[in-house]
């Protein structure tokens, strides 16, 4: 119903900054609320942000005053930027749906490199 591509991972450095970016296609009308989350090897996945359809942002403890989630609502994109980025923020970051019925729909998945 939902599909989700997510773009902007990469290598960089500790102290460094990058964009992330989510555009979703489908049954976008059923969307109640987007977000990033992330699973680093070895560990679970785990919530990074989220953003309600009106505009109501949620983050983890580990990245609150570093990472802003955001929306384009004429691109049905949202976008993490992600700053001051540490090496425990590598992981494959994944953009997330969810509709009001608590399914929730996954991009593949972006590659974040913060090198030590």
């Known amino acids: 119903q939902v599909q989700l591509v997510e773009s902007g991972g990469g290598l960089v450095q500790p102290g460094g900054s990058l964009r992330l970016s989510c555009a979703a296609s489908?049954?976008?009308?059923?969307?109640?609320?987007m977000g990033w989350y992330r699973q680093a090897p070895g560990k679970q996945r785990e919530l990074v942000a989220t953003?309600?359809?009106?505009?109501?942002?949620n983050y983890a403890d580990f990245v609150k005053g570093r990472f802003t989630v955001s929306r384009d609502n004429a691109k049905n994109t949202v976008y993490l930027q992600m700053n001051s980025l540490k090496p425990e923020d590598k992981a494959v970051y994944y953009c997330?749906?969810?509709?009001?019925?608590?399914?929730?729909?996954w991009g593949q998945g972006t590659q974040v490199t913060v090198s030590s």
């Open positions: 997330n749906a969810r509709i009001p019925t608590m399914i929730n729909f």
């Open positions: 489908g049954s976008i009308f059923s969307i109640y609320a």
């Open positions: 953003i309600t359809s009106g505009g109501s942002s």
